[in-house]
């Protein structure tokens, strides 16, 4: 299917778990990835504000460990990404600016327990450009999370990646089968219609 334009203004892109802590997951390669999408969704996240969209950070955190063991994660991990470690931190390519959201999610989906569709209807925003780690995981359940709710879901393969190619395709698959579309930063910059002046 053919992608159509549509108003920056009623989009937002979500930035997922682009911290230190992933970061520094899996091997060389993947950690090589990881660095590209980061450097691709700090240029897409700069010309989509430009056009007049809207960017969420949306990052797995804990307020304590007494928070993390009694979240779903529990028992999935030792207690990681707590509030005000090196773990949660934002890596620098994609430090937040003045006027971003950023919400604290526990589990896989960026909905689950959190304030993003409060957010998202504050903004009146319809169309989800998704963006960060995992493509199979917080990728793929965000994106199911947003089509049950209506929403026009966006992921542009050169701004996701995962520790394992083949679930990074299955994920990306799923989403341009089931879910919404995949695209890429090139194809974005001529979709977005920016808001007039």
């Known amino acids: 299917m053919q992608l159509k334009h549509f108003p920056a203004s009623s989009s937002a892109i979500l930035i997922i778990d682009m911290t230190l802590h992933f970061s ?3 091997d060389e390669n993947y950690q090589r990835r990881f660095w590209e999408v980061a450097r691709n969704i700090a240029a897409l996240k700069q010309m989509a504000l430009a056009a007049g969209s ?3 950070y949306v990052n797995t955190c804990f307020a304590s460990k007494a928070a993390f063991y009694e979240s779903p994660m529990a028992g999935k991990s030792e207690p990681l990404w707590i509030r005000g470690t090196k773990d949660v931190q934002i890596v620098d390519p994609l430090q937040p600016q003045e006027g971003d959201s950023i919400i604290e999610k526990s589990v896989m989906s960026c909905f689950f327990g959190t304030a993003l569709e409060s957010i998202l209807q504050q903004l009146s925003v319809r169309w989800l450009i998704l963006t960060g780690v995992h493509t199979h995981v ?3 359940l965000t994106a ?3 089509f049950y ?3 026009q879901v966006l992921v542009p393969e050169d701004c ?3 520790i394992d190619l083949q ?3 299955f994920g990306l698959r799923y989403v341009n089968r089931h879910l919404g579309q995949t695209t890429s930063t090139t194809e ?3 979709l977005l219609v920016p808001n007039k002046k």
């Open 144 to 146: 199911a999370d947003a």
């Open 54 to 56: 809207h960017a969420i």
């Open 138 to 140: 917080c990728i793929l």
């Open 149 to 151: 709710r209506g929403y």
């Open 24 to 26: 520094n997951e899996g």
């Open 188 to 190: 974005l910059k001529n």
């Open 160 to 162: 996701v990646t995962t």
């Open 167 to 169: 679930r990074h395709e």
